[in-house]
C-alpha cells in the first residue's frame, strides 16, 4: 500500500521549499539598496564575509577530505561500509551550502532592509523576514532535499550490496546517519569559527570604541565596525545556518535509525518502513506549514511594534500548532489501520510530539523569562551595577545557573512523557518497550524543529536587522533608522525565544536518540566482522538491552563512570578552549584599533578612514587560527576514548557530554542573554542611563555574556552531537580494538 | 587471630590525636598575645564569631532534630533501622565540635601570631602552624574516635539486634554510614552558611572601603572590617573544619562498607573483618604519621622563606611518602599470609593506595600550576587586565574551565587503576571483580586523606596568618608584621595545593564508593521488608551487577538519563543559589558600610570608630538566612528524585551530580585561585602595579573569585556526598514507594 514513492512527496516538499526560497531571494533583490555610501558600506561588509568564508571552507575542505579518506580506508578494512566516506561528504556539502547561501542573502539585505526602513517598520520587517526565511527554507530544503535522495539511492538501488553491505533499512538508516557527521563537523567549524570572528571583532569594537575613545556602536570612525558587521554575518547567520541544518537533519536521520531498530522484527508487514518514513513525512508537512507560517507574518503599512510582534507570533504559533494536528493526520495515514499490538500507535506516537512542542514552548518562555529586561532576573542584574562591575558578574552567573532548573527539569519530563506515550504507558523496562519509547523520543524531537522553515525565518532576521542598522548609522541616515532597525531585532529577540527552545529541547532529545544509534551501530559492525556480543549472545538477534548486559554498561562499571567524567569534562574544555580564544583574538584586535586610533591622523575627526580592510583579516585569521584545536579534539576525544575505554566507556562519554553541555551550553546562553538584557535596560534610562558608572558596569557584563552567548554555548550543542556521530562512525573501530 | 580488641589502637590513635591537639592549644595559649589594642581586636573578632558560631549551631540543631524524626518515624515503619538517628546525630555533633574547636583556637591565634610575628617570621609560622595542627589533630581525632566508638558499640554490643536489624558486619557498616550523613549535613551548612558570611563581609568590605574609598585592607576605619576577619573564621577554619571531617569520616566509612561486602561471602574466614579493619587502621597509622611530620616542621630562628618553604613540604612530604610504605606493612599485617586468591592482596590493595596518593600528587601540581603567579596561565590573567575587567573574567574563566582536564584526566585512569590494582589487575567485569576493585578505590581515597592531620595544618594556618595580618593592620603594628604574615600566608597557599588535591581527588573517589553503598543499601532494605529484587533474585544472595540488571540501571534507561540530567543541573542550580546568596549578603554590606562613611562623621579621618557590630549582625543574619534553601533543597531533591523515580533515578542522579559537581568545582577554584593571584601578581609590581586601572580590573575578577572559590565552589564537593548520603539513609523510603 505503501511504497517507496512516497519518497517523492519528501522530495517535493524539498524543492518547495528551495523554489520558495529563490523566489523571496528574487524580491528581497528587486528592492532599493539606498544611497551610494549604503551600497558601498553593504559591498565592503559582502566582501569580508565572503572572504572569510571563503578562507573558512578552504581549512574545512582539507579536514574533511582527511575523515573521508580515514573512512575509506575503514571501508578498506571492513570497520565500515564503503557509501560512508561519500555520504559524509555530501552532509558537509549540503551544511557549509545553506550557510553560503543564507549568509550571501543576508548581505544583500541590510542595506535594503535599512533603506525599507526609511519608509516604515513593516517594510522593514517585510524586506527583514522574507530574507530570513530564505535561510530558513534553503537550511529545511537542502536537509530534505540530501535526506531524501539518499534514501531513494540506498533504498532503491543495490547501491549497499554493490559495497558489501547489507541492504535492509537498518545499515540504510545508520548509513545515513554518517551524513549527519558531515553536517556535524560543518556546523562545529561555522559555530566556533564565525562565533570565534564575530565576537573577536565585536569585543574589540567596543573595548576600545565605546569603552577607551566614548563612540557609539557602529561608528564608522571605528576601525573595527565592518570586521563586526561582517561577524554578525559569518557568526549569527553562516553559523547558526549549519547549526540549525545539522540539528534538523540530525533528528530526522537519527528518528529514522530509531524507527527501522524498533520495528525490525514487527510481525506486521510494513511496519518499518512506515516507521523511516514518519519523520520525513512530518519534516515534508512541516515545510509547508512553515510557508503558511511565513505568508500570515503581515500586518497594515502603517503597523506599530505590539501589531508586528502579533504577526510574527502568529506565524510561528500557527505553524507549531497545525503541525501537532497535521502529526495525528500523518500518523493515522500510516498506522491509523493497525490492529493489536499497534492499534493505538498512530496516536500514541502523535502525542510524543505534543510533549515535545510543549517542552519547547516551556523552554521558550523560560528562556525568556530569565533574560529579558521586562522580567525581574535581569532586572536584578542591571540593578547590580549599582555597586559595580564584579557584581554584575557574580549577579548574571548565579541568574544563568539557576536558569537551567526549568529547562532541565521540562526536558526531564518530555523524556519520560514521550517514552511513555509512544510505548503506550508501559513501564515495564523490555526491549521492545524501550525501542518503541526512544523512537517517541526521536519523533518529537522532529516535531519540535519540523516547523523549522519559520522559526529559523524568525530567528536570523535578527542579525539582518542589526546589520542594517549598522548600515544606517555607517552611512548616516536619520537617527529614526538606527531605531527602527533596534526596535525589529529587538522583536526578534523576543519571538525567538521559542524557536530557541526548540532547539535546545531537541539537541537533547536528539543526542539521546543518537545514543540508541550508536548502539545499533556497534550491532551492524560486529555483523559485519561476524562477532558475537561478549557475553555470546548473536549479535544479529541482540536487543538494546542485551547490549547493554554484555557490555556492562551500568553505572557500577568504573569505565562508565570515567566515561562520564570525561564526558562532563570536554564540555568545560572546550568553553574554555573557544573562551580563551576568543580572547585572545579580541585581544589583537584591541591592539590594532588602538594602533590606528593613535597613528591614522584625524581618524577621530572623522576626516580620515580607518583601515578596515586590516580589521578584518585579524579577526579571518585569528578564527581560522584558533577555530581548529577545539573542532579536532572534539572528534579525537571520542575516538580516544573508544580505543582506549571500549563501549561502555564511550557511552558514559556521551553520557556525561550530554547532561553537562547541556546544562553548561543553558547557563552560558542564558547569562549571556541577561547580561546583554540589562545593558540595554540601563539604556532605557534605568539606574542612571546612558554613560553613568552603572553602565559602564552593565558593558563589562555584555562583554562577558558575548563569547558566552554567541560563542562557547551555541557551540556545545553541536559538540554534544558531533561526539555521538563521530561514535557511530567510529563503532567499527571502538569494537574491534580497545584496550579495557 | 585477629580480634575486636584491635579497634582499641584506633581508639588509642584517636586519643593521641586529641592529647596532641591539646597539648597545642595549651602551647599556643602561653604565648604572648600583644598589646592591649591587639587584645580588644581579637576580642571583638573572637565575640563575632563565636556569636555566629552560636546562631548557626542553633538553626542546625533544628533541622537535625527534624531529619532524626524523619529516621525515627522511618525506623517505625522498618524503612530503617532503629540505630540510624542516634547514629546521624553524633556525626553531626562532632563534625560541629571540630569546627568549634578549630575557630576556638584559630580566633585566639592570630593575635598572638602577630605578635609573635613581630620577632621573626618563624616564630610566627610556629604559631600559626601549631595551631593550624590543633584543627588538623581534632578533626581527625573527633572522627576516628567517632569511628572506633561506634564500631566496638555496634560489634561488641548487640544494639542492632535489639533494635531488630542483623548484626552482621555488612549491617554495622551501613548503619555506622548514616553519621557520614550527619557529618555532610553540618558540613554543607558549615561550609555554605560560613562561605556566604565570609564573602559577603570580604566583597563589602573590598566594593566600598578599597573601591570606592580607596583605603586599605583590614583598614580600622572600614566599618566591615571585623566582619571580614570573622568571616575568615568562620568560613576557611569552621567551614572547612566541618568540610574536611566529612571527607575524613566519609572515606573510611564507606570503605568499611565496602570491605564488608566485597569478602562477605569470602572463603577464608576473617577475610570480611580484616577488610573492614583496614581503612581504620590505615587511618590510625596516618595521626602517627602526621604527628611525626608536624614535629619536622621546624628551622633555625632566622630562617627565611625559603626554609621554611622547605620545612613545611618536608613536614607533608615525609607523611605522605610514609604513609604509602606503612600501608604495605598493614596490609601485609593483615592479609599478608593469605594463599589461593587472596595471596598476592597485600601487595595489590597497597598499590591502590600508591596511585591515589599520586592521582592527589598530581592534581596538586595542577592546582599549583594553574592558580599561582610564578606560572603563565595566572599571568595571563593578570596581562588581560590590559583590556579592561571584562578581559580579565573571560581569560579567568576561559582557564578555570580549561584547567578541568588534568584533574579529570588523572581521577579517571586512579579509578581505573585503583580498581585493577585492588583486583589483581582482572579486566573481566564479573561481582566479585567489581566489589575488590571498588573496595580498591575507596582504600586510594583513605590513603590520601590518612595524613590530614598534617595537611589540614598547613591549610588551615593560612586563616590564622591572614587573620594575624588584619589584627597587625588595625592595631597598627609595624607594617614589616603585615608583610610577613601576607608571606606566611602566600606560604600556606604553595604547600596547600598537594592538599586540595588530596582532598579534591578523595572527594571523587569517595562519592564513587558511596555509590556501591547506596546499592548494599538498597539490598539491605529489601532484606528488611522481605522482598526479592524485582527480577526475583533473593535479596541476600544479589551481587552488584545482579542489582544492576534487576533495576535496568544501564544507559540505554531513559529514567536514569533524566536522573544524569537532574544531577548535572543540581550542581548548577546549587551554585547559582549560592552565588545569588553572596551578592545579596554582600548587598546588604556595601549599603551599610557605605551609609556609616557618609552619616558617622570623623570616621574616615579615624576620629570616629565605625558600627562593626552592626556589619556582623548584616553577615550573620544573611549567611543564616540565606544558607537554608540550598542545603535543604540538597537533602530534598535526591528523596524526591527516589520517590518519583526509583532506584535507577537515584543512581543517575548520584552520578550526574559526581561528574558535572567535581568538573565544576575544579573549575571555580581555579578560576577564583588565579584571580586572586592575578591580583597580587599586579600588586607585585606587574604590568601598571597598585592603584593602575589594570589593577583595579583585576581587583573586580577577585571580587567574581570569592563566592567561586570560597562559597560555590568547596560546597559542591559536599553536595555531592551529602546527596549520596540522603540517598542511603533513605533507600528504605525507594525501595517501597516509587512512581516509576
Redesign the interface.
Known amino acids: 500500500m505503501i511504497s517507496n514513492s512516497i519518497i517523492y512527496i519528501v522530495l517535493a516538499a524539498s524543492i518547495l521549499a528551495l523554489a520558495f526560497a529563490f523566489i523571496f531571494y528574487k524580491q528581497m533583490m528587486k528592492q532599493d539598496e539606498g544611497t551610494d555610501l549604503m551600497k558601498k558600506i553593504a559591498a565592503h561588509v559582502r566582501k569580508g564575509a565572503m572572504a572569510y568564508l571563503k578562507q573558512q571552507y578552504k581549512v574545512v575542505i582539507i579536514v574533511f577530505i582527511i575523515l573521508a579518506a580515514i573512512f575509506g580506508i575503514m571501508a578498506y578494512f571492513k570497520l565500515q561500509n564503503g557509501v560512508v566516506w561519500f555520504a559524509f561528504l555530501t552532509g558537509g556539502f549540503f551544511s557549509g551550502l545553506a550557510g553560503f547561501f543564507g549568509m550571501k542573502t543576508a548581505t544583500y539585505a541590510s542595506a535594503r532592509t535599512a533603506n525599507a526602513t526609511r519608509k516604515s517598520l513593516n517594510s522593514g520587517l517585510q524586506v527583514a523576514f522574507r530574507s530570513g526565511a530564505v535561510m530558513g527554507l534553503v537550511v529545511v530544503g537542502l536537509a530534505l532535499l540530501d535526506v531524501s535522495v539518499w534514501f531513494l539511492v540506498l533504498n532503491g538501488t543495490g547501491l549497499l550490496e554493490a559495497v558489501g553491505a547489507e541492504n535492509d533499512l537498518i545499515t540504510i538508516t545508520t548509513t545515513m546517519l554518517t551524513f549527519g557527521m558531515g553536517a556535524s563537523t560543518q556546523a562545529l567549524f561555522a559555530r566556533v569559527g564565525g562565533g570565534i570572528y564575530t565576537k573577536a571583532a565585536d ?1 574589540g569594537a567596543d ?1 576600545v570604541g565605546k ?1 577607551e575613545y566614548n563612540i557609539p556602536e557602529d561608528d564608522p570612525r571605528n576601525p573595527a565596525t565592518i570586521a563586526d558587521n561582517v561577524g554578525d554575518n559569518v557568526g549569527d547567520v553562516a553559523g547558526m545556518g549549519a547549526d540549525l541544518y545539522e540539528s534538523y537533519a540530525g533528528s530526522i536521520l537519527a528518528t529514522m535509525a530509531l524507527g527501522a531498530s524498533a520495528f525490525a522484527t514487527a510481525a506486521v508487514e510494513g511496519m518499518q518502513f512506515k516507521a523511516v518514513l514518519a519523520p520525513m513525512l512530518i519534516a515534508a508537512v512541516g515545510v509547508l506549514l512553515s510557508l503558511i507560517g511565513i505568508f500570515l507574518v503581515r500586518t497594515k503599512e502603517n503597523a506599530g511594534m505590539k501589531e508586528l510582534l502579533g504577526a510574527l507570533s502568529r506565524g510561528t504559533n500557527t505553524a507549531a500548532i497545525l503541525i501537532a494536528a497535521a502529526t495525528f493526520g500523518i500518523m493515522y495515514f500510516l498506522f491509523g489501520k493497525e490492529t493489536g499490538e499497534y492499534a493505538n500507535m498512530w496516536w500514541q506516537t502523535s502525542l510524543s510530539v505534543v510533549v515535545g512542542l510543549l517542552a519547547g514552548v516551556i523552554i521558550g518562555k523560560a528562556t525568556e523569562y530569565y533574560t529579558s529586561q521586562s522580567y525581574k532576573p535581569t532586572q536584578k542584574v542591571a540593578e ?1 551595577s549599582k ?5 554584575v ?3 548574571g ?9 526549568i529547562p ?2 521540562t ?2 519530563v518530555a ?2 512523557l514521550a ?1 511513555l506515550c509512544a510505548n503506550g504507558f508501559n ?1 515495564e ?1 523490555t526491549a521492545a518497550n ?1 525501542s518503541r ?2 523512537y517517541g ?1 526521536g519523533i518529537a524531537a522532529v516535531g519540535m524543529l519540523s516547523t523549522l522553515g519559520i522559526t529559523l525565518a524568525t530567528d536570523a532576521y535578527g542579525p539582518i536587522a542589526d546589520n542594517a542598522g549598522g548600515n544606517a548609522e555607517m552611512s548616516g541616515l536619520e537617527p529614526e533608522v538606527r531605531k527602527r532597525t533596534d526596535a525589529l531585532d529587538a522583536l526578534g529577540n523576543t519571538t525567538a525565544a521559542t524557536g530557541k527552545g526548540f532547539a535546545i529541547g531537541s539537541a ?1 532529545l536528539t543526542a ?1 536518540a543518537l ?2 544509534s550508536y ?1 545499533e551501530e556497534i550491532k551492524i559492525a560486529l555483523i559485519r566482522i561476524g562477532q558475537d556480543l561478549p557475553n555470546g549472545v548473536e549479535a544479529a538477534k541482540a536487543t ?2 542485551d ?3 554484555a557490555y ?11 566515561g ?6 570536554m ?3 572546550f ?3 573557544t ?2 580564544a ?2 585572545r583574538a ?2 589583537k584586535m ?1 591592539e590594532e584599533v588602538r594602533r590606528q586610533f593613535s597613528t591614522i591622523k584625524g581618524i577621530l575627526q572623522g576626516e580620515a578612514e580607518p583601515d578596515y580592510e586590516r580589521c578584518v583579516a585579524i579577526s579571518t585569521k585569528g578564527a581560522q587560527h584558533e577555530m581548529l584545536v577545539p573542532s579536532i579534539l572534539a572528534i579525537l576525544v571520542p575516538i580516544l576514548t573508544g580505543v582506549i575505554l571500549g563501549v561502555p566507556g564511550v ?2 562519554l556521551l ?2 557530554g550530554l ?2 553541555g ?3 551550553a543553558v ?1 552560558m546562553a542564558n547569562s549571556g542573554g541577561a547580561w546583554d538584557n540589562a545593558k540595554k535596560y540601563v539604556e532605557e534610562g534605568n539606574f542612571g542611563g546612558k554613560g553613568s558608572e552603572n553602565h559602564k558596569a552593565t ?2 557584563g555584555d ?2 555574556g558575548d ?1 558566552f552567548k554567541d560563542t562557547s554555548g551555541p557551540s556545545l550543542n553541536i559538540l554534544i552531537k558531533l561526539m555521538s556521530m563521530v561514535s557511530i562512525v567510529m563503532a567499527g573501530l571502538t569494537v574491534t580494538c580497545h584496550l ?1
Do not use: K, R
Open positions: 569585543v573595548l569603552t547590580s555597586t559595580g562591575p564584579a557584581t558578574i557574580i549577579s552567573l548565579g541568574l544563568g545557573m539557576l536558569s537551567t532548573a532541565v527539569v526536558v526531564g523524556i519520560v517514552y513501564i523496562f524501550l519509547g526512544l523520543i537533547a539521546l545514543l540508541a548502539v538494546l538491552v547490549f547493554m548486559e556492562n554498561v551500568n553505572l557500577m562499571n568504573p569505565v562508565v563512570l570515567v562520564v567524567f570525561i564526558g562532563a569534562m564540555a568545560f574544555v568553553c574554555g578552549m573562551m580563551n576568543v580572547g579580541a585581544q584591541v557511552l558514559g553520557i556525561g547532561a553537562t547541556f546544562v553548561l547557563f558593558v563589562v562583554t562577558v563569547p579495557l
